[in-house]
């Protein structure tokens, strides 16, 4: 008798450019589980909660939980894992047996490729452009595993990102310092300058958080780009002529669905089969 296949998706608006059905049923394949991923966009916040009924009606596995629903799932969900709890923001939802527990990869995914520089970043200041779900995953992992001495939150609207933070209970946690976006002369400082916003993504490739050829870049900084599509961002490209370190986005979107992929499976992704083959896409089509 033939074993059911076991559904997983994205959930996002507008996603269909995501790399993680290919990274998730490559793990799949190589595993050989009866399972796939696809993507369910939903074009209105209104209808998320409608969307997590259903899953639970049809026994969907779980999902990734992408831009803008990380925190508007939160309300639907039966528990929360203390890391979500924490940010109040999810990426990852297990289905079990009709529960749906959210979880938050993105801190630990987020925080992967950082580790080797883990010194270098203890008790400097870092900067990060926004303020949504990923942002919060991203001081949520400096929190943890860093140690920096203040955090500036360049963001578009201060009253807005106060709110936020304060909801999360960030304010009373960790040197937040909230900054209008055009006072880019703070980062000539920075350990770390993190991109958590969509610019730069495929299709907006000419837009970026810092001017081109900006002379707040130097060789001492770290650039981590949270898009992964392209590759090499017009941020990640400038950093790079300046002599920074580089870190892209796919280096978080591996982590973050290595965890996800757990969760789901209480298997080990391999890591290194997927790598490739979601490197060889993107580079196919740059060409």
């Excluded at 990426?91 to 270098?120: C, M, Q, S, W």
């Excluded at 303020?131 to 949520?140: H, K, V």
């Amino acid at each position: 008798m033939m074993q059911a296949t076991k559904i997983f998706a994205l959930l996002g608006r507008a996603v269909d450019y995501s790399y993680s059905p290919l990274i998730h049923n490559t793990a799949f394949q190589e595993l050989r589980l009866p399972c796939h991923y696809t993507v369910f966009n939903i074009p209105s916040p209104d209808l998320v909660g409608d969307a997590l009924q259903g899953a639970k009606a049809l026994g969907l596995g779980g999902f990734s939980v992408t831009i803008p629903y990380k925190q508007t799932v939160v309300p639907f969900l039966d528990e929360l894992s203390e890391e979500a709890a924490t940010i109040q923001a999810v990426n990852a939802i297990v289905n079990d047996n009709g529960r749906l527990i959210g979880h938050n990869t993105d801190i630990i995914g987020f925080a992967t490729p950082l580790f080797p520089y883990k010194e270098r970043i203890a008790g400097e200041t870092v900067a990060l452009f926004g303020a949504g779900g990923a942002a919060l995953a991203a001081i949520e992992a400096f929190n943890r595993y860093f140690a920096p001495s203040e955090i500036l939150l360049f963001v578009r609207d201060t009253a807005k990102a106060r709110r936020q933070l304060e909801e999360s209970g960030y304010h009373s946690k960790t040197l937040i310092t909230i900054i209008e976006q055009q006072q880019l002369e703070r980062i000539r400082d920075c350990c770390v300058v993190i991109n958590a916003t969509p610019l730069g993504t495929k299709g907006r490739e000419r837009e970026c958080i810092l001017p081109l050829k900006s002379a707040l870049l130097n060789a001492d900084q770290i650039f981590y780009d949270m898009v992964y599509n392209p590759l090499k961002t017009t941020l990640l490209y400038t950093a790079s002529c300046a002599g920074a370190t580089t870190i892209s986005g796919i280096e978080m979107l591996l982590g973050q669905a290595e965890h996800a992929f757990t969760l789901w499976t209480g298997m080990t992704m391999p890591v290194e089969s997927v790598r490739t083959k979601v490197l060889h896409e993107i580079q196919q089509q740059e060409i």
